[in-house]
């Protein structure tokens, strides 16, 4: 089930009107929680909600134990936490890229080994609700939390659906102790809520998927057709679809979460305004750069070392944050972009070289990360290749629709508005109106965007 569908617009409000009956009562509270969030991922393959519940188990079991076992058997704990969630995803997403990758490898030496690839269908959200589940047991690990005793908040924590199949990834630190407190609803966060809804269906309908029809398909489909104008456009095009697919699913899920109560944490802030990679990293899925910071880089040794070693903690991190996006070599390509852009900004390598005003430093900026969607979007090598000879032949020709150029100068205004104008107009100004007009506009906006929402494509990071 997506949020983009008829199975979620007919879903919610029955799941809605159940959980307001309920939530004053915390046990059953808790069970329509954790059924709901259970029928939400069983509408995709419902086999592999199997999978989320043996994480659930291992790890509610072994962190129960860390924070009762010596010292010496707390590692062994730990290890067996991470093998089992890390087990798991490794066999369903980066079984088949490894086993490629060796074919290759002993290829060179003229040994060949048999045709052992399996046909396992990715499961939605799995790379999301594996760190999620890891963070639990690392945290207690580091005896930074206690273990949770309820079973049932536990599993509430690792299948929350709104944020079950492409994030925000949510500590347990954040999310468990408002499960363990009485839940209010008030009418400043219900109408935040569907504010933060309707926003991301905006982003996705008529932003992304608008994008992605009228430009980024065709022209990452064939390159070798467009002119170089165009294959920018493209570029331009796919980096604001990404953020506009994803940062919309992120507002979805907040602004559920709103509604029921609860919050989630920001997972987006107009990334695109970085003046720098560093800075990109801190406003772009800032829950996943935030994990990898706290529970890799760090882990590594982070900044604690010398400049090599530094400078090896940032790539290795970024190496590992591309793979977890997918299990090919584009991927890995694109997380070592951006680890070199890392390293080499680290000390102001490139301010040194030029004396950059703000406005200067985002727009380069912003090219260094459009340049490594480009990265991130082809299907291989030959592609990215054609891309590039394109780009080269400096063609200033279009063959794009007016549509196209209207919906990515839309991006751009919505992007670089100031957050505090927005914030304003949604918290101030229109909460203030009737709220006879103001049903009014949430009813003709459900009606509009699940009427724009049949036969559209799914989220983009539901393939991670």
């Known amino acids: 089930m997506t949020f983009n569908s008829i199975n979620f617009a007919l879903f919610l409000p029955i799941f809605l009107i159940l959980f307001y009956s309920t939530y004053k009562q915390e046990r059953l509270r808790d069970i329509i929680l954790l059924i709901g969030s259970y029928i939400f991922y069983m509408f995709w393959y419902w086999q592999y909600a199997a999978l989320i519940a043996l994480s659930t188990i291992v790890d509610f079991h072994i962190g129960k134990r860390l924070d009762s076992e010596k010292q010496q058997n707390r590692l062994a704990l730990l290890i067996t936490s991470l093998t089992v969630n890390l087990g798991i995803l490794a066999t369903f997403k980066y079984y088949n890229f490894f086993y490629e990758s060796s074919q290759l490898a002993l290829g060179l030496f003229g040994i060949f080994i048999p045709d052992l690839y399996h046909q396992l269908l990715l499961p939605v959200g799995i790379s999301f609700y594996t760190f999620q589940t890891l963070s639990y047991t690392i945290d207690i690990y580091r005896k930074k939390i206690s273990h949770e005793p309820s079973f049932t908040k536990f599993a509430v924590f690792v299948s929350f659906f709104p944020q079950l199949v492409a994030g925000p990834i949510v500590r347990a630190k954040d999310f468990l102790p408002q499960i363990n407190s009485p839940i209010t609803i008030n009418s400043k966060d219900w109408e ?149 852009i890392l390293i080499l900004t680290r000390n102001a390598i490139i301010e040194q070289s030029f004396n950059l005003k703000m406005i200067g430093k985002i727009i380069i900026n912003f090219h260094l990360i459009a340049f490594s969607w480009l990265l991130f979007r082809v299907s291989d090598i030959n592609t990215f290749n054609e891309y590039i000879g394109g780009l080269s032949e400096l063609s200033l020709t279009s063959s794009l629709s007016p549509l196209f150029y209207l919906v990515l100068s839309t991006a751009i205004i919505a992007h670089v508005i100031p957050r505090n104008f927005i914030e304003r107009i949604t918290t101030k100004d229109f909460i203030a109106l009737p709220t006879l007009f103001k049903s009014s506009v949430y009813a003709g906006l459900l009606l509009l965007f699940v009427g724009a929402s049949i036969g559209t494509p799914t989220f983009i990071y539901f393939q991670f």
Do not use: E
């Open 192 to 340: 935040l809520g569907f504010q933060m809804i309707f926003l991301g269906l905006f982003k996705k309908i008529i932003i992304a998927d608008l994008l992605a029809y009228l430009a980024v398909d065709a022209v990452f489909d064939n390159p070798s057709t467009f002119s170089s104008f165009d294959l920018l456009m493209g570029i331009y095009a796919y980096s604001f679809q990404i953020y506009c697919d994803f940062s919309g699913y992120s507002d979805i899920a907040i602004g559920i979460a709103l509604l029921l109560g609860l919050k989630l944490p920001i997972n987006f802030n107009r990334p695109y305004l970085a003046q720098s990679p560093s800075d990109f990293w801190k406003r772009w899925h800032i829950s996943l750069s935030g994990w990898l910071r706290d529970y890799l880089y760090i882990s590594l040794g982070g900044n604690k070392g010398s400049r090599f070693f530094t400078y090896r903690n940032l790539m290795i991190t970024m190496l590992l944050g591309g793979l977890w996006h997918g299990a090919a070599f584009n991927f890995l390509l694109w997380g070592a972009f951006h680890g070199l």
